[in-house]
């Protein structure tokens, strides 16, 4: 290799390193992370150093198996009143250790492997527009909103019934001496560790949905290629990349995803057998534990499935897309006999005049991806044979999320529910004879 070679090599990895730099050092990305990197050090999850990484694992030690585990045995109150007895107490606590075990696991290798950065995929947001940058970012942020907002209820509604339960009379336990001072630091340590196994499984739920919502967002810059003057050959590196991509996050989310929802179903049909024996006793002040637990859970794993299945679809319909600007530039490239001016579009608003919606609250749910009323680009300036082939490109490479091969669209999501209402109907049959 010549000393010039090697000098351009080192020029281009030069400009290529000062330009990530460029993008990676955003005020905006950088102010997110630096919020986001709070909020891990808040909760006890950053593991950036020998030191902060001792204090995660303490933590978890301590909130997700010493405190429940001395809750259930030391505060079972057998012979309390109805109201104080607490009989679902270990189907709650044996959820929400498991599911929070495995989410601090997951979350701790994917930090630790990754980098925060890579992780959230920080670092390919210099292949995309300005305008998804903001957007992603905007997104980051508004994701620790979303995860307030769907911990606050149950916080306060769980807070009152262990406010409520120390202060009735649920149990007398002076281990401090000062039988009040033990009942308030049972109560405090008992809130702290719902809150940090919550936090800890919605969290990772929140971040899987903000990494394929950066996802939709390329789909959607990627949508605008249809509309101007594009080669082939670009169009089909960027579908490549953003197929990479989902390749990926779906490599990287399958274990969490699988177990997260074998650990859910089995913890709402337990649930479901226990509250349906013959001699149990379901109240609010016994179950209301149990719903609260069972209501984190399915709101965890329905964020996951619902923006798997989001991203899979509008993955899928560039697909549809593509036929569409494929059919429109043929059929105007037929019906123009001047290829030297611009294109006229006559026919493609008949064909698709039926697609269009003719009620307005229909108009506001039609996919952004589907849109049908798009300018196709100029017949002349890409060949029939190109088109044809990126078209069956895209129809034999289908993107999406994956779990194992199987990809998690709506037909999965539909094939998941059948096999939950089968098994609450068979259990069901087996406890109180429905048929």
Request: charge should be neutral; include cysteine.
């Amino acid at each position: 290799m010549t000393i010039d070679s090697k000098l351009i090599e080192e020029g281009e990895a030069f400009i290529r390193k000062k330009a990530f730099l460029h993008c990676t050092s955003n005020d905006d990305t950088d102010d997110d992370l630096r919020s986001f990197r709070s909020c891990l050090r808040w909760m006890c999850l950053d593991q950036s150093n020998c030191f902060r990484a001792i204090i995660s694992w303490t933590l978890f030690i301590l909130l997700t198996i010493v405190v429940p585990t001395l809750s259930h045995f030391i505060l079972a109150c057998s012979n309390c009143d109805w109201k104080h007895q607490r009989p679902y107490d270990i189907a709650v606590q044996l959820s929400l250790s498991i599911i929070a075990t495995l989410s601090f696991i997951c979350l701790t290798h994917f930090i630790s492997k990754y980098g925060l950065q890579r992780f959230l995929f920080l670092d390919k947001l210099c292949n995309d527009s300005e305008k998804v940058q903001q957007r992603y970012t905007a997104q980051l942020n508004r994701s620790f909103k979303l995860l307030f907002i769907f911990i606050l209820p149950g916080f306060v509604a769980e807070s009152a019934y262990k406010i409520w339960w120390y202060s009735s009379g649920g149990t007398r336990i002076p281990f401090l001496g000062n039988v009040y001072m033990s009942n308030a630091m049972a109560c405090f340590l008992e809130l702290c560790s719902w809150l940090y196994r919550t936090s800890t499984y919605l969290l990772i739920c929140m971040l899987f949905r903000l990494i394929c919502h950066l996802q939709i967002l390329q789909l959607q810059d990627f949508a605008l290629v249809f509309q101007e003057e594009s080669d082939v050959a670009m169009v089909l590196a960027e579908h490549l990349r953003i197929r990479r991509q989902l390749k990926i996050i779906s490599h990287r989310f399958r274990a969490f995803i699988v177990l997260a929802l074998i650990f859910v179903s089995a913890s709402q049909l337990a649930s479901l057998l226990i509250t349906l024996k013959s001699h149990a006793d379901v109240y609010i002040f016994m179950a209301g534990e149990l719903t609260l637990c069972s209501v984190g859970l399915v709101t965890g794993i329905f964020i996951c499935l619902r923006s798997a299945a989001k991203i899979t679809h509008k993955a899928q319909a560039i697909t549809s897309h593509a036929t569409k600007w494929h059919v429109c530039a043929t059929i105007d490239s037929y019906d123009t006999p001047d290829y030297d001016t611009p294109m006229q579009i006559a026919s493609c608003p008949r064909i698709f005049a039926l697609d269009v919606y003719s009620d307005e609250e229909e108009a506001v749910d039609e996919d952004d991806m589907d849109d049908t009323k798009f300018i196709p680009p100029h017949a002349h300036t890409i060949s029939f044979q190109k088109r044809q082939a990126l078209v069956t490109y895209l129809e034999n490479n289908r993107a999406g999320i994956t779990i194992f091969g199987f990809m998690l669209d709506r037909t999965w999501l539909h094939t998941i529910c059948a096999i939950e209402l089968s098994l609450v109907l068979w259990l069901l049959q087996k406890t109180v004879g429905f048929s």
